[in-house]
């Protein structure tokens, strides 16, 4: 284990929160990921392509391919600092999360499947010392040959060089929450076994597709807020993220379909399709003279059936009601504001809505940030505390439009690994995990 001093920085701590964050390098501290480039700059010999082969196809993992090209490589230490200097990078403001988390009294260890040469060497070039690394040792020997030993490899494993599930496993009863920042393969384990996830990159879309909990993040300048603060308003989707209204929905654009000479669409098709507002849907599926009359259609049918075929989705009422008093709700949807606001005083939802908008109420439909301009105004709440949940990519882009974050509910039509791709805050697997997401987690 390797340790550097964080220069310029008290080494006395706050009220200790008893947390421990572990961070990836590659990728994540340095904001590129350089072992690769680094070996491969610094081979003699072309039979690490074999290896290297084995490792793409999942034969051997990255232990055995450093053992295997270890003595293929000639590198001095004027060569690995001229490397760092030009190929790595630290993230500029991962000083700035340092400090935050030395005043908070939180822990940092770097975790890294990378070389514990390129991660000092960094460090050095920044002042960063005092800092505990684990990581693979590269080792410059007098005569330029390389060796690569990997001190925190799991043996009942060995796959990783650095077996970052086994690291995190070592500090588990000596801290209350372990998070995990990292984001790539390297990471995956970890993260499973973490309290909480922040993920760049690859690893959020991961993290979503195993249900693993975690936070996207663009860098180390968002990390504090994330971890930190604390949600004042909500703005809820409608359909699919609160109510049940899939039948309904589908069996009104079928009538009109029909009535027109259409081919009928599946439940799938009407939620992918009709996602945007009823008049911008007609505009762009029917003939431009019959618009007008499939909106008359869809409506008079709709307004027979829409009550008795919608019902709330599951989790939805209890989330709502654990929420009263905690945060300001309130509805966003591409709906017409008629019949949500008719649907929520029939589900008993309008009383602890701050404000329920809807298509047609003055403002233009999703993925525009209007209507959410319009609720922060009315709730006079800063946009970092307010975030959008809705259940679809479209969703997901009105909240950035709207500058706001976005959670994802996965369903039955847009998975959580979907929704990940489309780069929400947080993905749901259901609303019921709603108000764990909300709690800050430092």
């Not at 081979?43 to 055995?64: C, N």
């Not at 006079?380 to 974050?405: C, E, F, H, S, W």
Request: glycine letters at 8%; one cysteine or more.
């Amino acid at each position: 284990m390797k340790s550097c001093k964080f220069a310029d920085v008290s080494s006395e701590k706050g009220p200790s929160n008893n947390i421990l964050i572990l961070c990836d390098f590659d990728g994540t501290i340095s904001t590129k990921d350089t072992v690769n480039r680094l070996i491969r700059e610094h081979l003699v010999a072309p039979e690490w392509r074999f290896h290297v082969k084995r490792y793409m196809r999942g034969d051997i993992g990255s232990r055995e391919v450093y053992e295997a090209v270890a003595p293929l490589m000639r590198m001095s230490r004027d060569d690995l600092d001229n490397f760092v200097n030009k190929h790595s990078s630290l993230d500029p403001d991962f000083p700035a999360f340092l400090q935050w988390a030395i005043d908070r009294g939180i822990d940092v260890k770097v975790v890294s499947d990378g070389f514990d040469a390129t991660i000092l060497t960094l460090f050095r070039k920044h002042g960063i010392r005092d800092l505990e690394i684990f990581a693979n040792s590269l080792i410059l020997l007098d005569d330029g040959k390389v060796l690569i030993e990997s001190p925190y490899f799991n043996p009942s494993c060995g796959k990783c060089g650095t077996c970052k599930s086994g690291i995190l496993r070592k500090f588990r009863n000596e801290y209350n929450k372990i998070i995990l920042i990292g984001d790539g393969e390297s990471d995956r384990h970890a993260a499973s076994e973490s309290d909480m996830v922040v993920a760049l990159k690859e690893l959020f879309i991961y993290c979503a597709k195993e249900r693993i909990p975690a936070l996207r993040a663009e860098g180390f300048r968002e990390i504090p807020g994330l971890l930190t603060r604390r949600i004042e308003a909500v703005t809820f989707d409608l359909d699919g993220t609160l109510l049940d209204s899939l039948d309904a929905i589908t069996e009104a654009f079928n009538y009109m379909f029909s009535k027109l000479g259409y081919p009928l669409m599946t439940a799938e098709e009407v939620v992918r399709k009709t996602a945007i507002s009823l008049i911008d849907f007609v505009k762009s599926f029917l003939k431009p003279e019959e618009a007008e009359l499939g909106i008359k259609i869809f409506r008079d049918y709709y307004d027979t059936i829409f009550l008795k075929k919608t019902t709330m989705m599951g989790g939805a009422k209890e989330t709502l009601e654990a929420l009263n008093g905690n945060v300001l709700k309130g509805i966003v949807t591409n709906k017409r504001g008629r019949y949500a606001r008719i649907l929520a005083d029939h589900f008993d939802l309008s009383g602890n809505m701050e404000l329920i908008i809807g298509a047609e109420d003055g403002f233009r439909a999703k993925p525009s940030g209007d209507m959410f301009e319009a609720f922060m105004k009315s709730v006079g709440i800063d946009r970092d505390k307010t975030i959008y949940v809705g259940d679809a990519p479209l969703d997901i882009k009105a909240a950035q439009n709207a500058g706001i974050d976005a959670f994802a509910v996965a369903g039955p039509i847009f998975s959580a690994e979907e929704l990940a791709l489309h780069q929400p805050r947080r993905v749901l697997s259901s609303i019921s995990e709603l108000l764990d997401a909300l709690e800050p987690v430092v």
